[in-house]
């Protein structure tokens, strides 16, 4: 009972204080007439990459063996940045569209 | 297997033959409208065909991609030509494309198994070239009106994609 308050006080600072460093963005990338804006985004690890699909079509944001964000038509999706390192992904339904996140520890 | 691509171009190069001998006679924005959405309809076809037939997964999650996208595409090209009050002219490569989308499908139809899904993406990747080309080439520098040439553009890049989704697929049933 008596960890009650202090750990109650201890969330308000977090909170207040911005969340101090640990604080995990979102990045957010655009698709609007196939093409991923910006097409190049920094991320941290732990970071959330959120994609809104503009388009009236069906895309995904697919890291081959590794990960896929399917995004259907007007509707947003996201990932969380698990591991540090540059990666390309496409859309698997049109290979032509391509962006790359460069994830940093 | 190379009879309807070498139909369809002669069909583009009909049209782009006439266009290039004297600036007037390039095609007009409702004739225009008529090859695009034509050209939707033809893999719109061939895509339920595809769905029908073939009983590889991957041919048919390929298929339904196409219906999908296509029929999005076409449902944009209605809207614009509603919006600017085109209707959409029939013309003589709007008709070969047809006849020639009649003579794969008939094809199509007497094979099976690997052979139709094989002869299938084959044409998939084939027919996207050619509409990308005459996108490319003669229907996007022909059309006036910004908005048609803007949804034209899309379609470019859409078709592309399809062109190399249709690469993968074929490479992967090979």
């Known amino acids: 009972m008596r960890m009650w308050k202090p750990l109650f006080a201890a969330a308000v600072l977090t909170l207040l204080s911005g969340a101090g460093a640990a604080a995990a963005a979102t990045i957010e990338i655009t698709i609007d007439k196939m093409a991923f804006a910006p097409v190049e985004i920094d991320a941290k690890v732990g970071d959330t990459v959120r994609w809104i699909n503009k388009d009236a079509f069906v895309h995904t944001a697919t890291v081959t063996g590794a990960w896929e964000v399917m995004l259907p038509q007007n509707k947003s999706g996201s990932m969380v940045m698990k591991t540090s390192g540059s990666v390309e992904y496409y859309c698997r339904f049109h290979p032509n569209m391509k962006g790359r996140i460069r994830v940093s520890p | ?174």
């Open chain 2, 1 to 174: 297997m190379h009879l309807r691509p070498i139909a369809t171009l002669a069909a583009l190069l009909l049209l782009g033959a006439a266009s290039s001998a004297q600036a007037a006679d390039k095609p007009s924005d409702p004739q225009i409208a008529h090859i695009a959405y034509t050209a939707g309809v033809i893999d719109i076809d061939a895509a339920k065909q595809a769905i029908k037939k073939s009983k590889n997964k991957t041919v048919v999650a390929f298929a339904k991609d196409m219906l999908r996208d296509h029929e999005a595409v076409n449902k944009q090209a209605l809207d614009l030509v509603k919006k600017l009050n085109v209707t959409p002219e029939d013309n003589a490569t709007s008709q070969a494309l047809t006849k020639a989308a009649a003579d794969e499908s008939k094809k199509l139809s007497g094979l099976k198994g690997k052979a139709f899904d094989k002869e299938y993406i084959a044409n998939e990747v084939a027919y996207h070239k050619q509409v990308n080309g005459a996108l490319e080439t003669l229907l996007i520098p022909s059309a006036s009106n910004a908005e048609l040439k803007s949804l034209l553009e899309t379609g470019l890049k859409i078709f592309q994609g399809h062109q190399q989704h249709a690469e993968h697929v074929a490479a992967e049933i090979k």
